[in-house]
């Protein structure tokens, strides 16, 4: 079982930047051998794909309402994944999550173990 623990959000205007960071760890879980994702969820709607990292040549993917927005990133001596945010636009208000993705290119998470999240609000 994998624990993640969210944090970095905030208030921020339109055009504004943020960084998330997602701390993970767990017993028999191997932060740098494990794809990861971020996902979102907006009041009402369906929690979304974000972005993702490979383990096997890091590549890393995105959805495309953030391409050339979002970066993520991960430094695997802290065992934690970070989203960095830029341009950001009140439609990216939601409540953000990191989790162990299915496999590598996936955009589904492993498995239905979620953290608390943080909020994210973009003011116009």
């Known amino acids: 079982q994998v624990q993640v623990v969210e944090s970095g959000g905030g208030l921020v205007q339109a055009g504004g930047s943020l960084r998330l960071s997602c701390a993970a760890s767990g017993r028999t879980f191997s932060f740098s051998t494990s794809p990861m994702g971020w996902f979102r969820q907006a009041p009402g709607n369906e929690r979304e794909f974000v972005a993702g990292i490979t383990w096997l040549g890091r590549v890393t993917y995105y959805a495309d309402s953030v391409k050339g927005r979002f970066a993520i990133s991960e430094d695997n001596a802290k065992n934690t994944l970070y989203l960095q945010m830029n341009s950001l636009k009140p439609e990216d208000t939601a409540v953000y999550y990191c989790?162990?993705?299915?496999?590598?290119?996936?955009?589904?998470?492993?498995?239905?173990?979620w953290g608390q999240g943080t909020q994210v609000t973009v003011s116009p």
């Open positions: 989790n162990v993705l299915s496999g590598d290119g996936s955009r589904v998470a492993l498995s239905d173990n």
